[in-house]
């Protein structure tokens, strides 16, 4: 039981991952709270019912062609509201109220086009392979890896290539990158388009077992920002462990208590960080402006 | 007739809601996302209140204030100190773990069954059984409560308000202890909330969870803004407005079982837009920053 509830915290942890990173991505550089990263996630998960399901094109083929639509949504985002938003000189709150503008638009249109059923994408359960008495579905094992695999690169891409640098000094200081000649619009809308991306492939990892609805985002989204919160937001590892840690903890209160306590934990966890911890466990904090 | 008091019921009620999100986002800069969690919060005590000790509607009312205020008291010292985006994220957890404990704190709130039979009012013998009939105890509870809302507004206590939402960092340099007026504010704009959660547990005489998720907030933050904050016009115009879009578009011949998403959408692009061509609302005075 202990054994089978580590690994489906584990694979929790891996959603959360990738959305917490893409979140953290966007917020060090644009200083957005994008929780509109919800309805991104979303969108991924319907693009690839879409390509599937409605087109029947083959899941190894709609699976990138679905991540790539979701980053150019994300893209579009940027491109369209909150860019619009940086050049009317708009400060903080009016960008959030914004964002809940984009999640309320986008919900209703998801409920308008797909209904609030929930969508499912493939029939019949997972293959599973048994590890005495644990279960790992092929699922568990494709979030696992796409995390180890997505960490790494992201590592190297923002360390070692002239774009990666360009977005770090962008999230150092805007001023001074746009003086140093970047344009820093093209450079937000590709860590949009990175970002969302990522919320992309853990849309449709997640929506191959639960299905969409349009409603998903909303939970997963703030426990990845609350893992953010844990790990510390500007340090990619630490999201990481973060992210890794929360999926544990939820399911050992699923163990302990009841599956419907999770939020809660996630609430508490949030609370005792941002008081007694607010620069995360490893230390990086979360730049917030005043005014 | 019925139905046009009816709708107006409703637009008083969120009148007061909107008025409470003003004071807290429009005059002191908070923003706060859990103002459904108080809305459900006030709704759900006066309901309990009503059905299980029978307390009339003013008693039930006061009770509802006196929890809720109590609850955003518990809430508002720990996360006030908290600055800008931190403080939201708290409040979207507040939002979410309300949620969690109405659905699933069965011996309290029925859980997802939600609460009936919330007793009809009485108004000096006068049972406000027709679902129009209410509109005058709601217009009456709004009257109150934009007044108290103005008066509150032009006091010295409405000044530094302003203050602290215009810059708090010049306002504790002044000497205002900020902490302390973010905490005041924050609690009464979680009563006023509570204001519109009875009226609304008393409209509808049935309540349950799904009334008060996060989608409500959005509303209500839709309603403030696109009417305008800082102004009792504006949070009179916002909620008429983003009512009276979908019921125009009802008349317009669109089927009634997708009215709930159209009006999901159409607000959201409202908001979106207001934000980029007008960001101090239809009539509002002051801009959120």
Same mark, same amino acid.
């Given at each position: 039981?202990?054994?089978?509830?580590? $690994?489906?915290?584990?694979?929790?942890?891996?959603?959360?991952?990738?959305?917490?990173?893409?979140?953290?991505?966007?917020? *060090?550089?644009?200083?957005?709270?994008?929780?509109?990263?919800?309805?991104?996630?979303?969108?991924?998960?319907?693009?690839?019912?879409?390509?599937?399901?409605?087109?029947?094109?083959?899941?190894?083929?709609?699976?990138?062609?679905?991540?790539?639509?979701?980053? !150019?949504?994300?893209?579009?985002?940027?491109?369209?509201?909150?860019?619009?938003?940086?050049? /009317?000189?708009?400060?903080? *709150?009016?960008?959030?109220?914004?964002?809940?503008?984009?999640?309320?638009?986008?919900?209703?249109?998801?409920?308008?086009?797909?209904?609030?059923? *929930?969508?499912?994408?493939?029939?019949?359960?997972?293959?599973?392979?048994?590890?005495?008495?644990?279960?790992?579905?092929?699922?568990?094992?494709?979030?696992?890896?796409?995390?180890?695999?997505?960490?790494?690169?992201?590592?190297?891409?923002?360390?070692?290539?002239?774009?990666?640098?360009?977005?770090?000094?962008?999230?150092?200081?805007?001023?001074?990158?746009?003086?140093?000649?970047?344009?820093?619009?093209?450079?937000?809308?590709?860590?949009?388009? !990175?970002?969302?991306?990522?919320?992309?492939?853990?849309?449709?990892?997640?929506?191959?077992?639960?299905?969409?609805?349009?409603?998903?985002?909303?939970?997963?989204?703030?426990?990845?920002?609350?893992?953010?919160?844990?790990?510390?937001?500007?340090?990619? %590892?630490?999201?990481?462990?973060?992210?890794?840690?929360?999926?544990?903890?939820?399911?050992?209160?699923?163990?302990?208590?009841?599956?419907?306590?999770?939020?809660?934990?996630?609430?508490?966890?949030?609370?005792?960080?941002?008081?007694?911890?607010?620069?995360?466990?490893?230390?990086?904090? !979360?730049?917030?402006?005043?005014? | 007739? @019925?139905?046009?008091?009816?709708?107006?019921?409703?637009?008083?009620?969120?009148?007061?809601?909107?008025?409470?999100?003003?004071?807290?986002?429009?005059?002191?800069?908070?923003?706060?996302?859990?103002?459904?969690?108080?809305?459900?919060?006030?709704?759900?005590?006066?309901?309990?209140?009503?059905?299980?000790?029978?307390?009339?509607?003013?008693?039930?009312?006061?009770? #509802?204030?006196?929890?809720?205020?109590?609850?955003?008291?518990?809430?508002?010292?720990?996360?006030?100190?908290?600055?800008?985006?931190?403080?939201?994220?708290?409040?979207?957890?507040?939002?979410?773990?309300?949620?969690?404990?109405?659905?699933?704190?069965?011996?309290?709130? *029925?859980?997802?069954?939600?609460?009936?039979?919330? %007793?009809?009012?009485?108004?000096?013998?006068?049972?406000?059984?027709?679902?129009?009939?209410?509109?005058?105890?709601?217009?009456?509870?709004?009257?109150?409560?934009?007044?108290?809302?103005?008066?509150?507004?032009?006091?010295?206590?409405?000044?530094?308000?302003?203050?602290?939402?215009?810059? @708090?960092?010049?306002?504790?340099? #002044?000497?205002?202890?900020?902490?302390?007026?973010?905490?005041?504010?924050?609690?009464?704009?979680?009563?006023?909330?509570?204001? /519109?959660?009875?009226?609304?547990?008393?409209?509808?005489?049935?309540?349950?969870?799904?009334?008060?998720?996060?989608?409500?907030?959005?509303?209500?933050?839709?309603?403030?803004?696109?009417?305008?904050?800082?102004?009792?016009?504006?949070?009179?115009?916002?909620?008429?407005?983003?009512?009276? !879009?979908? @019921?125009?578009?009802?008349?317009?011949?669109?089927?009634?079982?997708?009215?709930? @998403?159209?009006?999901?959408?159409?607000?959201? /692009?409202?908001?979106?837009? $207001?934000?980029?061509?007008?960001?101090?609302?239809?009539?509002?005075?002051?801009?959120?920053?």
């Amino acid at each position: 039981m202990l054994g089978q509830l580590i $690994v489906n915290g584990i694979a929790a942890g891996g959603i959360y991952a990738l959305l917490a990173v893409g979140f953290a991505l966007i917020y *060090n550089t644009s200083r957005v709270l994008h929780l509109a990263h919800a309805i991104v996630y979303t969108f991924g998960a319907y693009a690839f019912y879409c390509l599937v399901v409605l087109l029947g094109i083959w899941g190894w083929v709609a699976a990138p062609i679905a991540v790539a639509l979701t980053g !150019m949504f994300g893209w579009s985002i940027e491109a369209f509201v909150y860019r619009p938003l940086r050049r /009317a000189g708009a400060g903080h *709150n009016a960008t959030l109220i914004a964002t809940l503008g984009l999640i309320s638009l986008f919900q209703g249109t998801y409920a308008l086009v797909f209904s609030t059923d *929930n969508k499912m994408l493939r029939a019949g359960p997972l293959p599973v392979y048994q590890v005495g008495s644990i279960s790992i579905t092929i699922l568990h094992v494709a979030i696992v890896g796409m995390t180890l695999v997505v960490f790494p690169v992201l590592q190297l891409f923002l360390t070692q290539t002239r774009l990666g640098i360009a977005i770090r000094a962008l999230a150092d200081n805007r001023e001074l990158a746009d003086i140093q000649g970047m344009d820093s619009d093209r450079l937000y809308g590709v860590i949009f388009l !990175m970002g969302s991306g990522l919320a992309g492939i853990a849309a449709i990892l997640t929506a191959l077992d639960l299905g969409a609805t349009p409603d998903m985002g909303f939970d997963v989204v703030f426990a990845a920002v609350v893992a953010l919160v844990i790990g510390g937001v500007g340090y990619l %590892p630490g999201a990481l462990a973060g992210a890794f840690a929360l999926g544990l903890a939820q399911q050992l209160v699923v163990w302990q208590l009841n599956t419907a306590w999770q939020s809660a934990l996630v609430f508490t966890l949030l609370i005792l960080f941002l008081i007694l911890r607010p620069q995360g466990f490893f230390g990086a904090r !979360m730049v917030t402006r005043r005014v | 007739m @019925e139905y046009i008091a009816t709708l107006l019921t409703q637009i008083a009620i969120y009148v007061v809601a909107v008025a409470a999100l003003d004071l807290l986002l429009g005059y002191a800069g908070i923003a706060s996302l859990g103002h459904a969690a108080f809305i459900g919060i006030g709704a759900y005590t006066a309901a309990i209140f009503a059905t299980t000790l029978h307390l009339g509607f003013i008693l039930s009312l006061v009770a #509802s204030i006196a929890v809720t205020s109590l609850i955003a008291l518990a809430v508002g010292i720990p996360t006030l100190r908290l600055s800008g985006d931190y403080f939201v994220l708290a409040t979207f957890g507040l939002g979410s773990v309300t949620s969690a404990v109405l659905q699933n704190w069965v011996d309290v709130t *029925n859980g997802p069954f939600g609460i009936y039979g919330i %007793p009809v009012l009485d108004v000096l013998g006068v049972r406000l059984i027709s679902p129009g009939r209410f509109l005058i105890v709601a217009a009456a509870v709004m009257a109150i409560v934009l007044v108290v809302k103005q008066l509150l507004v032009r006091s010295p206590f409405g000044v530094v308000l302003r203050a602290v939402g215009a810059d @708090e960092l010049v306002a504790a340099v #002044s000497g205002k202890n900020v902490t302390l007026l973010r905490v005041t504010v924050f609690i009464i704009a979680g009563a006023g909330a509570a204001v /519109a959660g009875v009226l609304q547990a008393y409209d509808l005489r049935f309540i349950d969870p799904t009334l008060f998720t996060i989608q409500l907030t959005v509303f209500v933050w839709a309603a403030l803004y696109v009417g305008g904050c800082g102004s009792w016009l504006g949070n009179i115009v916002g909620p008429l407005l983003l009512f009276g !879009m979908p @019921e125009a578009l009802r008349f317009v011949g669109l089927a009634g079982t997708t009215v709930a @998403e159209i009006r999901d959408i159409l607000y959201g /692009a409202l908001l979106i837009a $207001v934000t980029i061509y007008r960001p101090q609302g239809i009539a509002g005075t002051y801009r959120v920053r």
